[in-house]
């Protein structure tokens, strides 16, 4: 029985997806609610038949079976009904369903490809991403965007209505629209990893699981030669150099420990090692993307030693960063850098220019930088961070700050 | 916001100042760009090449070198978005070229595209 609590949900979460991109396949991609009812049906089908007669030898066999036999049911259905309407809709009869490893690898890409459209919106693309490619249930989806079931489900049957009102269609894109379309596909894949990276959802292990599933969304496009391309190598190389903190940047309370603090022992090495192979496979090519930059920079955060050539490469590739692409964040970081490499006073001159000032973290840094410097104005600062703070543990690590002074 | 380009001129940089000195010229040229795009100024910019550049003239007339005032030929160029001339003009107060005597920087409003 415990067996079975578990291996049920965990196959949910690594079949649902692949049963569902097929049989949207077959059907088309306007049917995509009848798939995901054949799935659901199948595991239900599971859930009941299993603590009576035990687990099969091969559960996800049986599984395929089952969502096969009730996918041809429908379709029997569906062609009864269109041979009455019309005769010469008999075609599709007698085909079957196609559940070899190719063709589920193939269905998830040009699904992938189908949801991560900028016809509807980014919290649309994740949301989606999540029910239909990673198999998460509505509950932990509402959990992950800190909202509640109804609105989830009402914003998924909207992107669905959306996705069938343009008539997108599941099938790879040309050659030629290959990069435009995967930058889509990579923003809502950073998206969903950041998601999981900096959620304020207090379930660390919904947190972790966004995190590695937008891991396996990225490594399912470097393994297929035609959407392995630079920029994708880079990403997935970011995204493990981020997850191999992962341990160290939660303290034992919950509570988030920041850089310097981290236990560098904590460290996974083989994320890390991991990040370092991809970020050389991104090594080539003639585009430099900002996944590229994030990547190094990344990768010199995984550097332990303190040095000045360190922060002296992070500067400057925040510098180069910025100006591909500016974002508050990385100009904060970038003068977090600055400090290390030129110096307190020089990162203070700085900083005061960037005027982020309803930004909480652009008044932690000023706190950061004074510290030492003048403690009143650090204290200062860190009081207005501490006001514009949201979160209890953005809260609580400002006031550790300003008992320490 | 209008956009202004900063003209930098000054010699070319190899003739006058060692690999060394180079280096830390680079970094405060790279720091300094880094200063304006993480004020979200930034719009784009390049360095042009010393070496091997022409100057045409009316009737095909062809020359070597832009050069007449060796302190007036263009090293580069950088376009910022701004408020006012003045917010650019401290932009370009940073530039390290300034540190070169003789050399100046140049501030321009881009015209708009009617």
């Known amino acids: 029985m415990m067996e079975q609590q578990t291996l049920i949900p965990h196959l949910f979460r690594t079949e649902y997806s692949k049963i569902v991109a097929v049989l949207c396949k077959r059907f088309g991609f306007d049917q995509m609610e009848i798939a995901e009812d054949i799935a659901s049906d199948t595991f239900l089908a599971a859930v009941q038949t299993w603590p009576l007669h035990g687990i099969p030898p091969h559960p996800v066999a049986w599984l395929y079976h089952v969502a096969k036999n009730k996918a041809r049911n429908w379709l029997q259905r569906e062609s009864v009904f269109r041979h009455k309407v019309s005769p010469a809709l008999k075609e599709e009869e007698g085909q079957d369903i196609d559940l070899s490893p190719k063709n589920i690898e193939d269905s998830q890409l040009q699904m992938m490809f189908a949801i991560c459209t900028p016809v509807i919106s980014p919290e649309a693309q994740i949301g989606l991403s999540l029910r239909i490619l990673c198999g998460f249930g509505i509950e932990e989806i509402a959990d992950a965007f800190l909202s509640n079931k109804e609105t989830i489900n009402k914003r998924l049957f909207r992107a669905r209505e959306k996705l069938r009102e343009e008539k997108i269609r599941l099938r790879m894109p040309e050659v030629r629209e290959i990069d435009e379309r995967l930058a889509t596909v990579m923003t809502t894949i950073y998206l969903l ?6 959620s304020l959802s207090q379930d660390s292990t919904i947190r972790k699981d966004l995190c590695f599933e937008a891991m396996r969304l990225c490594r399912m496009l470097v393994e297929n030669p035609m959407t392995n391309k630079p920029a994708v190598n880079a990403l997935l190389s970011l995204m493990c150099f981020h997850a191999s903190r992962f341990e160290a940047r939660v303290g034992p309370q919950g509570e988030m420990v920041l850089y310097d603090d981290q236990d560098t022992s904590l460290w996974d090495a083989a994320l890390i090692s991991q990040g370092g192979y991809y970020l050389s496979c991104s090594a080539h090519g003639p585009f430099l993307s900002s996944y590229h930059l994030e990547a190094s920079i990344a990768y010199w955060h995984c550097i332990k030693e303190d040095t000045t050539e360190k ?22 970081n970038r003068t977090f850098a600055l400090a290390k490499t030129n110096g307190k006073l020089a990162a203070i001159a700085e900083a005061e220019k960037l005027m982020l000032t309803d930004n909480h ?9 004074y510290t030492g410097i003048d403690n009143e104005k650090a204290i200062a600062h860190f009081l207005l961070a501490l006001y514009l703070a949201k979160t209890t543990t953005d809260k609580n690590i400002i006031q550790q700050k300003i008992n320490r002074l | 916001m209008d956009e202004f380009v900063l003209i930098m001129r000054h010699p070319d940089g190899k003739k006058v100042a060692s690999p ?48 007449g005032e060796i302190a007036e030929t263009i090293g580069g160029y950088m376009i910022v978005r701004a408020e006012s001339i003045d917010e650019a003009v401290e932009f370009a107060k940073g530039c390290p070229v300034l540190q070169g005597e003789g050399n100046s920087m140049e501030v321009r409003k881009i015209a708009k595209r009617e």
Do not use: C, H
């Open chain 1, 193 to 198: 990893f950041n998601e999981g990276y900096y």
């Open chain 1, 311 to 332: 922060w002296e490469n992070i500067l400057q590739l925040y510098n180069r960063l910025l100006q591909v692409e500016y974002s508050p964040i990385a100009a904060l």
């Open chain 1, 361 to 369: 973290f652009y008044y932690t840094l000023l706190g950061e930088l």
């Open chain 2, 20 to 67: 060394e000195q180079m280096q830390i010229w680079m970094k405060q040229t790279m720091d300094w760009i880094g200063g304006i795009a993480a004020q979200n100024k930034y719009v784009g910019g390049n360095g042009l090449v010393f070496d091997d550049s022409r100057v045409v003239r009316p009737k095909n007339v062809v020359t070597n070198g832009p050069f």
